[in-house]
């Protein structure tokens, strides 16, 4: 079944948004040719975040997907190059490969992904690896680290809490629209939050802002079961391990009624799922380490401001390599 291309509603408001970013990061790209993907919906618009911050070229890698495909994605290409006002060169292309030896900065994400051996070895000696979030986050099958440690490539994680970009923030507001999406007002529910970090930090700060009473798995012991909550928001980014199972609290017998379980990350059994008749928001089933549904859910804005981010740990990682003197809040590298 194809799925019709998702496309940024507003073009207006995210130029607006690009360029206000880019004055507050103070991001600047001048004379660097960055390497990243041309996707749909909010992921169209890094390569513009790039040349609007005034990068030399913008390489742009694109291919069939889930999402859509090439072609519709070639002719967004055109739509957008056509909207945006800029004066470097872009390229479109299907083959990683082809264009790396020319890139200053990869970004890590999906088109180019997995960034391997072979990608890595065709690259400059001084190219800069954008991780694109936190280092904590990092997933082994996106990147060939042990090639990047093995031959010096620097790989560059973002500082998402910073006052300036505030990404974690976002995952409270996705938890909030979702529990809407199931009918669940929040106000007076009694929440059980699963999950540590920021991500709980922020879905609790929400979730208690919209009048939720919200639970730890700390403050339930064996006693308590599903009918002692209204709602479950799992939100596990941190700890691999499985949060329904027969070793945990959340296990089996826990589950005497029916509940909603709202998920944006965590490792779950699938299958157990569905013999205990949970029903799960989003339904969409992801891999361990990956979101059910990224901040993109809730608009542009989040994926403008942490792809920017991200642009902008790996220029101040190179300002530093040069000699420029300064203390960067943006960069958080992988691996130190």
Same mark, same amino acid.
């Given at each position: ?11 207006? $408001?995210?130029?607006k948004?690009i360029?206000?970013? *880019?004055k507050?990061?103070?991001l600047?790209?001048? !004379?660097?040719?960055?390497m990243?993907?041309f996707?749909s919906?909010?992921f ?8 609007l911050?005034?990068?030399k070229?913008?390489i &742009?890698?694109?291919k069939? =997907? ?10 967004y290409?055109?739509?957008l190059? =056509?909207?945006?006002?800029f004066s470097g060169e872009i390229?479109f292309?299907?083959d990683k490969?082809?264009h $790396?030896?020319?890139? +200053? ?6 088109m180019l992904?997995p960034?391997d051996?072979k990608?890595?070895s ?5 190219v800069?690896?954008?991780?694109m979030f936190e ?7 996106d990147?060939?680290? =042990?090639?990047c440690?093995?031959? #010096? *490539?620097?790989?560059? !994680?973002?500082?998402e809490e910073?006052?300036?970009l505030k990404?974690f923030?976002f995952?409270?507001?996705i *938890? ?16 059980l ?7 709980a930090e922020?879905a #609790? ?6 009048g939720? /009473?919200v ?8 006693s308590?079961?599903s009918? +002692?909550f209204?709602?479950?928001v799992i &939100?596990?980014?941190? /700890?691999?391990?499985? *949060?329904?199972s /027969?070793? =945990?609290?959340?296990s089996?017998?826990f ?5 909603d ?8 059994d699938?299958?157990l799922i569905?013999e ?5 928001w989003?339904?969409?089933? $992801?891999?361990v380490?990956f979101?059910?549904v ?5 608009g542009?804005e989040?994926v403008?401001?942490l792809?920017a981010?991200g642009l ?6 190179i ?8 203390n960067?809040?943006y960069?958080?590298?992988?691996d130190?």
């Amino acid at each position: 079944m194809s799925i019709k291309l998702r496309k940024v509603r507003d073009l207006e $408001v995210a130029r607006k948004s690009i360029k206000s970013i *880019i004055k507050v990061l103070e991001l600047d790209l001048n !004379g660097k040719t960055v390497m990243t993907e041309f996707a749909s919906g909010p992921f169209a618009l890094t390569p513009f975040i790039a040349l609007l911050a005034g990068a030399k070229k913008v390489i &742009c890698v694109s291919k069939d =997907s889930v999402y859509g495909k090439v072609e519709e994605l070639k002719t967004y290409f055109n739509e957008l190059s =056509s909207f945006f006002e800029f004066s470097g060169e872009i390229v479109f292309t299907e083959d990683k490969y082809l264009h $790396v030896h020319e890139a +200053d900065v990869i970004t890590n994400l999906s088109m180019l992904r997995p960034i391997d051996s072979k990608m890595l070895s065709l690259a400059k000696n001084d190219v800069v690896i954008g991780l694109m979030f936190e280092p904590w986050e990092k997933r082994e099958s996106d990147i060939d680290f =042990s090639f990047c440690k093995k031959n #010096q *490539i620097p790989v560059v !994680g973002i500082n998402e809490e910073h006052e300036n970009l505030k990404i974690f923030e976002f995952v409270g507001l996705i *938890i909030c629209k979702l529990a809407f999406e199931q009918e669940h007002h929040l106000l007076d529910e009694r929440v059980l939050l699963v999950g540590s970090g920021p991500f709980a930090e922020n879905a #609790q700060k929400y979730l208690r802002n919209l009048g939720a /009473d919200v639970y730890s798995l700390e403050s339930i012991d064996e006693s308590s079961n599903s009918n +002692d909550f209204d709602l479950i928001v799992i &939100c596990e980014h941190h /700890d691999k391990s499985p *949060i329904i199972s /027969d070793d =945990s609290l959340l296990s089996k017998k826990f589950f005497i009624s029916q509940i909603d379980i709202i998920h944006i990350c965590g490792n779950l059994d699938y299958k157990l799922i569905r013999e205990l008749g949970l029903k799960k928001w989003p339904e969409k089933e $992801v891999d361990v380490g990956f979101m059910t549904v990224t901040t993109d859910y809730i608009g542009i804005e989040p994926v403008v401001r942490l792809h920017a981010g991200g642009l902008k740990a790996c220029t101040d990682y190179i300002s530093k390599r040069n000699g420029v003197k300064f203390n960067s809040e943006y960069i958080k590298m992988v691996d130190e």
